[in-house]
C-alpha cells in the first residue's frame, strides 16, 4: 500500500477543506519533535 501524508500546522486550518476535496482525511495523531541542535541537547553532567 502506498500512502501520502501530509503534516498541517494548526495556523494554516483553512487549508485543510482543500486536502480533503483531494481525498485526505484527518487522522488523530500527535507529531513529537526534539531539536537535535546544541539548543535542544541535555546539559552536560
Known amino acids: 500500500m502506498v500512502k501520502a501524508q501530509l503534516l498541517v500546522r494548526e ?7 482543500f486536502y480533503e476535496r ?3 482525511e ?9 531539536r537535535l541542535d546544541r539548543k535542544g541537547a541535555p546539559a552536560p553532567e
Open 11 to 17: 495556523t494554516n486550518a483553512g487549508v485543510i477543506p
Open 22 to 24: 483531494l481525498g485526505f
Open 26 to 34: 484527518t487522522a488523530p495523531r500527535t507529531v513529537m519533535g526534539k
